[in-house]
């Protein structure tokens, strides 16, 4: 039987403000933070009570009480709960994921519309207990005798160490390195310099406010918990300001530490969902799309036993997904680049105009330099904030709109690149 590829269309996306650790949103869970951005969609698209093909979701912090989130998420929404939904997890790439996962199921006919996204709060982080106490916990739990005799032996074995909790840490386990210190190394490697870094960072923060202040957002965000912006947005920014700040990253050899607090993502807590559907089902119901999700490249390095930086994972998908569409980085009109550092951004498009390194390690010739005027032209993760999972939905979204507003004349093509933990990275590629 031959199958028809059915073209995929992004509808509009819906999120909720990002608030900084510990802020607002430090008592709401990842289920109602979820919930909240998929209700917003739900009302914004008229589907109370609809029966959607899936809900793939999913976070990078989760509890126990997490257990089939996005199913539950579902459950306490406004959609049919005949829609069946499903869990991913690809770190900071989770959202992106969802989101060709449904996609591909859309494009080969199997759903006709779904919604993906993602969620993270690193201010209900859970904290699990110690292993020790756990294992202590587990010996006196299939140990034999009644409840009392196991009750006495667990206290019996008790010691102050086993009180002390497992906190997640931002740690790559197979390096024991932070993300920003990883993000330092490379940026080393690229000399990255400090002002260039604090110059992207200002300019991300201006951007996402004139983005808010043209109302850009008013058809992207539901306000949540007294927040209405970005909680990490500071408009009045500057590289002036910026560059008063001490690096916290990479301090080992302090000389050329680079990477702060103001050039570096904040920990953040929110989430963002995206509407996708076949032409038929949004031209049934009156839908116009936004943009088209053309095709997707996931890639990864060996940061642990190669030379490649942690985040550097985009550099090496990219150009295969140009390769496979025809298409070099100059034909692009819009590139929406995932800012966790304002130093891994560079590094990215230093290795993409580096001719050494493209001939060496991409077998090509240079990709060339990306035109400022076109690179996260409503700002990105630096101003917004990025809780993990939830910033593939934010930019998938926002680019989408972003091709649907250019000139009519002829058609639009943006790309999307998230680094993510682990040495991976998701790309995808969108046109209107």
């Known amino acids: 039987m031959t199958r028809t590829i059915r073209r995929v269309a992004i509808l509009g996306g819906n999120r909720i403000p990002f608030a900084r650790a510990g802020g607002p949103y430090a008592t709401a869970s990842n289920q109602e933070m979820l919930g909240a951005a998929l209700d917003g969609l739900v009302e914004r698209f008229g589907l109370d009570g609809a029966v959607l093909g899936e809900f793939a979701a999913g976070a990078v912090l989760k509890h126990a009480r997490d257990f089939n989130l996005a199913r539950e998420v ?90 002390v909790p497992d906190i997640p840490r931002n740690a790559e386990p197979r390096t024991g390195l932070s993300m920003g210190e990883h993000a330092a190394v490379t940026a080393r490697q690229w000399r990255i310099g400090r002002d260039a870094q604090d110059e992207l960072a200002a300019r991300s923060h201006h951007r996402l406010h004139a983005a808010y202040e043209a109302g850009f957002f008013d058809d992207l965000l539901t306000p949540y918990r007294g927040l209405e912006r970005d909680q ?148 990105s993760s630096l101003a917004a904030g990025h809780p993990f999972a939830a910033t593939g939905g934010r930019i998938t979204a926002t680019l989408a709109k972003i091709l649907h507003e250019l000139p009519p004349d002829r058609p639009a093509r943006g790309l999307i690149s998230i680094c993510a933990a682990g040495g991976q990275g998701v790309t995808a590629l969108l046109e209107r």
């Open 74 to 163: 579902v459950l306490g929404s406004r959609l049919d709960p005949r829609t069946p939904a499903y869990d991913v997890q690809q770190a900071c790439g989770t959202g992106l994921e969802a989101v060709a996962l449904t996609a591909n199921k859309i494009a080969l006919g199997q759903v006709d519309c779904a919604v993906a996204g993602g969620v993270d709060t690193v201010s209900d982080a859970p904290l699990g207990l110690n292993d020790g106490l756990r294992r202590l916990l587990l010996r006196a739990q299939h140990g034999s005798g009644g409840g009392a005799r196991r009750a006495g032996r667990l206290l019996a074995g008790l010691r102050p160490r086993h009180l």
């Open 232 to 379: 990490n947005l500071r408009p009045d920014t500057s590289r002036e300001k910026l560059a008063r700040l001490k690096p916290v990253y990479g301090l080992d050899e302090p000389a050329t530490a680079t990477m702060t607090a103001g050039n570096s993502t904040p920990l953040t807590d929110g989430a963002a969902v995206v509407l996708l559907a076949s032409e038929e089902w949004a031209a049934a119901r009156g839908l116009e799309p936004l943009a088209w999700l053309v095709d997707v490249e996931v890639g990864a390095v060996d940061f642990a036993g190669g030379t490649d930086g942690l985040l550097m994972a985009p550099v090496f998908a990219v150009p295969r997904l140009l390769e496979r569409n025809g298409l070099e980085l100059a034909d692009l009109d819009r590139y929406e680049i995932h800012e966790a550092f304002a130093s891994q951004v560079l590094a990215t498009l230093a290795a993409w105009e580096d001719e050494e390194f493209c001939k060496e390690r991409l077998g090509r010739p240079a990709l060339g330099r990306l035109e400022v005027d076109r690179l996260n032209v409503h700002g």
